[in-house]
């Protein structure tokens, strides 16, 4: 990361305050590692596509509280620029992937210590696969939107370079996550996949929540709100953990300490557990203080929003006026940092004299990582004077070259992922190709970055596919879709694709074999049970088709086409009664969506209520004047009022 500037205040009075300057140091070394520590924390407390009672409450707390502990000296004095948090709508599975498998690969060299934190979800399948839940997963579908425990074992145990990692999971929650699914009945199950994470000849400490049979508690009474095991693993580490004085938690003693305090916090409901190969000397933090002395107060300005930390612990950021003042430090040396806004960075430090004092920092001119990332910010990830043409024309040196690598990753990714999102949670109508084909194309970029990765080819030889369908070339769509299949027999997005395609050039049979394998791997997606139902309506069964709409807007109950689907079949079933209250579920779901009054109208004429469907169709010819057809809608509604 840059560093910052320093910049002389000239207002201040010398009998009265002192400016400082700041001297750039090396890195603190409080647990005295022979190389570096580098941190992936992440904590999902609010989900994007989760039902409300899956939501968490503190999980972003945890990891916050967890990343401020390590900045601090008794956390071993990790620099922030080796840290990288990641918490809610930053949690994406894109952002994640980019953290792990591209900046902390990139960073981490051998003789180093790297802890990998998530707090949230952690689940299986139904195949018993273990996923992490990053904020933009998709129960309906796991395996094509959540972080695999099989991609993170590996990555932390064959593609890291670091000697020793410590993975600290509080992501034992739930069950099952589906909107009519969800249970904590099986709660702490994802526990004993996580235990087998780590391979290899490294050290490897995995600290974990729960038992397999328990699930993870969170208490609102723990500092404003915390998830039990995290509050009183960085209570222990504060220093409540070190039983044999000697200024340093190990971790022995650190495990011992969640050990017996979780339980008694829980009433025994939650016990947490430990796995790997480690020494058990391994020193997590120090418990060092320094003697009390005279405190004099320092007043720090710079640009509005800067993150100030002294002595390695957070004192605050900047006020809008430009200002922060931090009381109670002692005269002499105190190590001094900054994280600025635009994501560069000071450190040094600052000695203050027996007097009040006063420094000015300000970031320094772009740099190309700075640059980089106002691009990715302003959403100018592809094309003309794009983040990818210029990270392509730059130079990178130094740890900017993994931190402009993993950005450059997190970007494309984000795009690609949004073709593969947009599927789980979309229905056969609806095709964005511009959306399309900037996945198409991020996702070629990508590979130039993770060569490595196989996902990423089958994901755009899908995405090809959907563009390919967008355009009506559908038995061109047909070969990438199952080349894309052969790549992972897993991808229930490929499979169902491939039968949209299929069904397009008169393949009817093998279509609805591909519809069906999609909804076998993935019994929770809607998406399939729509399809297999379209075909059983064009079949002229609509009756048969009804249990695979129920079922498929159960599972995705915020769809809009789902339910008018439903509401659609159940009429032209015969089933009027059914087909009103479907659709005026879905008019409470969305009231401006103008086939829904089109639909309930349709249902109330086969009621014999004609003045109801009259106003229904009203609304409809309200809220789509232009829509083919509405003229005639207009005139059916005024006949029925006239009789």
Not at 329 to 352: E, M, Q, R
Request: some cysteine; proline content about 5%; aromatic content about 8%.
């Amino acid at each position: 990361m840059r560093k910052g500037l320093l910049l002389l205040a000239t207002l201040c009075l010398a009998q009265e305050s002192r400016d400082l300057r700041i001297e750039l140091i090396s890195r603190l070394n409080p647990l005295h590692d022979a190389g570096a520590r580098w941190a992936v924390i992440v904590g999902v407390s609010a989900y994007q596509n989760l039902p409300p009672q899956a939501q968490l409450r503190f999980a972003n707390r945890d990891a916050a509280e967890f990343a401020a502990f390590l900045r601090t000296t008794a956390g071993g004095a990790i620099p922030g620029d080796h840290i990288r948090l990641l918490t809610d709508r930053q949690a994406t599975l894109a952002q994640i992937r980019a953290a792990l498998d591209t900046w902390l690969v990139k960073s981490a060299a051998p003789q180093d210590v790297v802890y990998f934190y998530f707090a949230g979800h952690g689940v299986l399948d139904d195949r018993n696969d273990g996923y992490f839940v990053p904020y933009d997963a998709d129960s309906q579908n796991l395996h094509a939107t959540a972080l695999s425990f099989q991609e993170v074992d590996a990555t932390l145990s064959r593609r890291l370079r670091a000697g020793v990692v410590v993975m600290i999971a509080d992501a034992c929650h739930a069950g099952r996550l589906g909107w009519s699914t969800y249970t904590n009945a099986d709660a702490g199950r994802a526990s004993e996949p996580l235990a087998q994470i780590g391979e290899g000849d490294r050290s490897f400490l995995k600290l974990l929540a729960a038992r397999p049979s328990e699930a993870s508690f969170e208490d609102e009474k723990l500092d404003g709100g915390h998830g039990v095991f995290s509050h009183l693993l960085v209570e222990g580490l504060n220093g409540k953990a070190d039983t044999d004085h000697d200024g340093i938690v190990r971790a022995s003693e650190a495990i011992d300490y969640v050990a017996r305090r979780v339980p008694e916090a829980t009433g025994t409901r939650q016990h947490p557990r430990v796995a790997g190969t480690f020494d058990a000397r391994l020193a997590l933090a120090s418990t060092e203080i320094p003697p009390v002395a005279k405190t004099f107060p320092l007043d720090v300005t710079g640009p509005a929003g800067s993150e100030v930390y002294l002595d390695n612990a957070f004192r605050g950021a900047i006020r809008q006026g430009g200002a922060l003042r931090v009381d109670g430090l002692a005269s002499g040396p105190h190590t001094f940092s900054a994280d600025f806004p635009d994501g560069s960075n000071l450190n040094g430090t600052v000695t203050l004299h027996e007097m009040p004092a006063r420094v000015a920092i300000a970031p320094p001119p772009p740099s190309p990582l700075a640059q980089l990332r106002e691009k990715i910010e302003a959403g100018n990830v592809l094309g003309t004077a794009s983040a990818w043409e210029f990270y392509r024309g730059r130079q990178f040196a130094g740890p900017e070259r993994p931190a402009a690598d993993a950005l450059m990753s997190g970007a494309l990714e984000e795009l690609g992922q949004a073709c593969v999102s947009d599927y789980v949670q979309s229905t056969a109508g609806g095709l964005k190709r511009a959306m399309l084909q900037r996945a198409v194309d991020a996702l070629d970029a990508l590979r130039n970055l993770r060569p490595a990765d196989a996902s990423i080819e089958t994901r755009q030889l899908f995405c090809r596919g959907r563009l390919l369908i967008a355009d009506s070339r559908f038995a061109e769509a047909v070969p990438s879709l199952e080349s894309a299949i052969q790549r992972d027999n897993r991808f229930a997005c490929a499979y169902n694709a491939l039968g949209v395609a299929l069904a397009r050039v008169n393949r009817a049979r093998e279509s609805r074999q591909a519809f069906e394998t999609a909804a076998k791997l993935t019994p929770e997606w809607g998406l399939p049970l729509f399809q297999i139902a379209q075909q059983l309506v064009a079949a002229g069964e609509p009756a048969k088709a009804v249990p695979y709409l129920e079922k498929a807007v159960a599972f995705n109950p915020r769809s809009v086409m789902n339910r008018w689907n439903l509401a659609h079949v159940l009429r032209i079933a015969g089933n009027a009664s059914r087909a009103e209250r479907e659709a005026l579920e879905l008019i409470r779901l969305d009231p401006n969506y103008a086939p829904a009054y089109l639909e309930l109208g349709q249902a109330r004429e086969m009621l014999g209520n004609p003045s109801k469907a009259a106003e229904a169709y009203d609304t409809y010819v309200l809220l789509a004047p232009n829509y083919a057809g509405a003229e005639d809608i207009r005139v059916r509604a005024q006949r029925l009022r006239v009789h």
